[in-house]
Each structure stands twice: as structure tokens, then as C-alpha cells.
């Protein structure tokens, strides 16, 4: 699995620049790299157009100041407000650097591309006027609005805003990613992210984003059962029990078995079984929960689940029916993926932003962790964390989630461990949602997700 694309918390970005220092780096150097790197990004976009650059009287600001100079020198007409200049090094070097016109923001007219490098990511409290006035009044006038490492107005760790915030078109992220470019609301107002590389030791970062997962290449002579065999527990809506199935089938597992509430099936290819019939047939992997229903016929049938001592794909009804016996569920190195409501349910209220609370449930459940929505969070129990941002709004329909299960199951079956199997399910369910089309339903997914 490719985790090149690390993301870094405001503390991990700090670290990393103070290695870079210790090892040589200075500050003044990184910011250099940073200010110029992001004007080298932003000047094909102006396209002769005049440019307005708020700059901050921090470090952002001094950012700022280097993209200004770099952008003026590079031929482009460039604009600098500012409400105060930066007293400290190096951002105070740089606003001395800068050879261009400086306004005051209140007197500052409005540019056609309009750069944020006011707060960046050290911001962890509302954007107050005069600031947040002139901000949204420069913002709002523009043809085009860039973020210079994060949009003013947010929590670079925790996917919050702190006040409204403007929404950009392009963010140049410095260094690396951080969490608020991909965590929901934050991510809508960033726009397209683009990473201005810096000579910084990113390794220790324990997060990353999801990419495309290798292909698992069936041996051409294997038969059905090396291709995995998946089992579905079918209860009180066997509907999500099918989509979980046919998933499993798309997907690649080499045969899927629906057991208990079967008779609502058409049988095509799945095979229906009792659950007590289980414990006789080879299983790889299973999906327990879509579906399944809150009465004791559907406790029963988790326990059989449970009992078999396969890896399992633990989803919908089994947080409500153990929400109260944690210790059912925990230390089995099982996938879970619950939504925002299973998940509070389950785990109750865990502080942090959602890379830390999926963190957190799986350090605690010693399970993965699958936190789903627009901006799924896959964690492991050894503190790994993936986020998605391979997905479309339009997988937000009934069923998406029994579809999911039913892929994750597919990949575990055939023989990935559980972090990356839950991490290549994430991505191919969101891969056929940008491929699908509007007015998509989950049945649809199952199509796509073959492709």
C-alpha cells in the first residue's frame, strides 16, 4: 500500500521543521522555500491578472511576503495588505525583502486572484474583525482564491471552522498535508490541494491518504475456494444482506454463502445455508450485521458469528445489539465500520478530531476501525490511520454501507490482512462512486465496483 502522501498534524509539522533545523535547515530557509514554492504554483494561474496578497504578521505572512516578491519578480502585478508588519524573524526578513506596494487591508481594492496568507494553520480560535471583515470582503470580490498551507478561519488539526470561512479554490498545502485538508466541514472551503515539497523529514508521520491498492492477482489454476469464501449473516432485512453478498461476489471473493434469514433470496450464485451449518464449510471471512435487526433472533445469530473464530467485518445492527458488552467485540483484530451514529453508539463521545477518536476506538477495541462518510478515516489498533478523499457524494444512499461491507469482506477473504483490506475497500467503493453517475443506488455500486 502506497503511503507517500503523508499527513501531518500542526505538532508533527513543527517537529519535523525543528529536525530540518538541527540537522542544518533555517527557519528563514524553510520559509524561502515555502513563499517561492507556492508562487511557483500560483503564477500559471494568474494569467496576467492582478494579484492581492493578505499577509499575516506571523510566519504565514512572512510566507506570504516571499510569494509576493517571487510573484513580482516573475513579472506578475502584485498587491500586499497588511494590518501590521511582522516584528519577528524571519517573517520580518521577508516583509523587508519585498520591493513591491503595501496597503493597509481596510484601503485595499480588490484583485482578480486573491491569496490568503493571513493566520495559515496555527489558528485556534475565531478569525475577530477587523481581520475576519476584510477577509471575506478581499475573498469574496476575486475571480480566483488561494490559501497559502491552510484558509484562514481553520483548525488545521481537526477539520473544524472557527468562523465562517471563505472557500477557495486552490490551497498550497506546505510540507505535507494536514488534517483539516481532507476532514469535513474544513475540507469544502479548500478547494483543490496542491503540496509545496520541503526538505523535511515526514517519516514519522503515523497518517496517510488512501490510494489505489495493488491488484490481487488470482492464480489462473485456482479454484473457487482460494479466491476466498465469504460468508453473510441475513436477518430482519435480508435486502442488506444481498447487497453485502453480491458485493463480496463483485468484489472478487470465489464464493459467498447468505446464512439464517434466507428465504427472502433469489439463489443465482449464493449459496443459502443455515448458520449451524457454518462451522462445516470453509469460511475466509464474514459480514455480520446489515441487516440483522435488534430481537434476540438476531443476538443468536451474531453470537454464531462470533463462535466461528473467523475474521469478520462487523457492521449496522451489531452496535446497537453490543453496545453495552464491548468485551463481545473487543481484541479479535476484526474490521468495524460503523457511521458517525453507530460509532458515538458504540464508543460513546471520544474527544479529538475523527483521525483521533478512529484512532483511539481502535487502540481501545484492538480491532479497524472504519469511521465512514465523506471523508472516511480507516484506523488500525498500532495507531495507523488512513483517510479517504477517493469518494463522491453520491454514495450517501441506502445500502452503501452493506455494499462496503461486503467488499471489505472480499479483500480480507482473499488473504490481505485486515488494515489494508479495510483501506482497498474504502477506496474501490469510492472509486465506483466517482465512476458512477447521479441518481446512483446502491444496486448500481455493485456494477462499478466490478469494473
Not at 65 to 94: C, D, H, I, N, Q
Not at 268 to 290: E, H, N, Y
Not at 390 to 401: C, D, F, I, M, T
Not at 404 to 412: F, K, S
Amino acid at each position: 500500500m502506497n503511503r507517500d502522501r503523508k499527513i501531518l498534524t500542526g505538532a508533527e509539522m513543527r517537529a519535523s521543521e525543528q529536525r530540518a533545523i538541527a540537522a542544518g535547515a533555517s527557519e528563514a530557509g524553510l520559509m524561502q522555500a515555502a513563499g517561492t514554492g507556492a508562487a511557483d504554483l500560483i503564477a500559471p494561474l494568474v494569467e496576467g491578472r492582478p494579484v492581492l496578497i493578505l499577509c499575516g504578521s506571523g510566519n504565514n505572512g512572512g510566507d506570504g511576503y516571499v510569494a509576493a516578491e517571487a510573484l513580482r519578480r516573475a513579472g506578475a502585478e502584485v498587491t500586499v495588505a497588511a494590518f501590521a508588519v511582522p516584528g519577528k524573524e524571519p517573517a520580518s526578513m521577508a516583509a523587508q525583502a519585498w520591493r513591491g506596494k503595501t496597503q493597509a487591508p481596510q484601503s485595499a481594492k480588490p484583485a482578480a486572484v486573491f491569496v490568503d496568507a493571513l493566520f495559515g494553520t496555527g489558528l485556534t480560535r475565531p478569525v475577530g474583525d477587523p481581520y475576519h471583515a476584510e477577509l471575506m470582503r478581499l475573498a469574496d470580490a476575486a475571480e480566483m482564491r488561494i490559501a497559502l498551507d491552510m484558509p484562514s478561519g481553520i483548525d488545521a488539526d481537526h477539520g473544524a471552522c472557527l468562523s465562517d470561512v471563505a472557500r477557495f479554490d486552490r490551497t498550497m498545502a506546505f510540507g505535507a498535508l494536514k488534517p483539516s485538508h481532507l476532514l469535513y466541514p474544513a475540507a469544502a472551503f479548500c478547494g483543490q490541494i496542491e503540496v509545496v515539497p520541503l526538505d523535511i523529514d515526514t517519516a514519522a508521520a503515523a497518517a496517510f491518504v488512501l490510494t489505489a491498492p495493488e491488484r490481487l492477482e488470482s492464480d489462473p489454476a485456482a479454484h473457487k475456494y482460494q479466491r476466498g469464501s465469504v460468508a453473510i449473516a441475513a436477518g430482519a432485512m435480508p435486502g442488506a444482506a444481498w447487497l453485502a453478498a453480491r458485493a463480496a461476489q463483485r468484489a472478487g471473493a470465489g464464493f459467498v454463502t447468505v446464512a439464517g434469514n434466507i428465504h427472502a433470496f433469489p439463489p443465482s450464485s449464493l449459496v443459502m445455508r443455515d448458520i449451524g451449518d457454518l462451522k462445516a464449510q470453509r469460511i475466509d471471512a464474514a459480514v455480520v450485521g446489515p441487516g440483522l435487526g435488534q430481537g434476540d433472533d438476531a443476538r443468536q445469530a451474531a453470537i454464531s458469528f462470533l463462535d466461528l473464530d473467523i475474521p469478520l467485518v462487523i457492521d449496522g445492527d451489531m452496535f446497537s445489539l453490543f453496545s453495552e458488552e464491548h468485551v463481545r467485540l473487543a481484541g479479535r483484530g476484526d474490521i468495524m465500520t460503523p457511521h458517525e451514529g453507530e460509532f458515538v453508539r458504540f464508543f460513546g463521545e471520544v474527544p479529538g478530531s475523527k483521525v483521533d477518536r478512529a484512532r483511539a476506538a481502535a487502540m481501545k477495541s484492538g480491532n479497524v476501525i472504519v469511521l465512514k462518510g465523506a471523508d472516511t478515516v480507516v484506523a488500525s489498533p498500532d495507531g495507523e490511520v488512513a483517510v479517504n478523499e477517493h469518494a463522491h457524494p453520491r454514495l450517501a444512499v441506502a445500502g452503501s454501507g452493506d455494499i462496503l461491507a461486503g467488499a471489505i469482506a472480499a479483500e480480507r477473504a482473499r488473504g490481505r490482512p485486515a488494515f489494508e483490506a479495510a483501506c482497498a475497500g474504502v477506496w474501490r467503493h469510492g472509486d465506483a462512486g466517482i465512476r458512477g453517475r447521479d441518481g446512483l443506488i446502491a444496486e448500481d455500486l455493485l456494477e462499478l465496483i466490478r469494473q
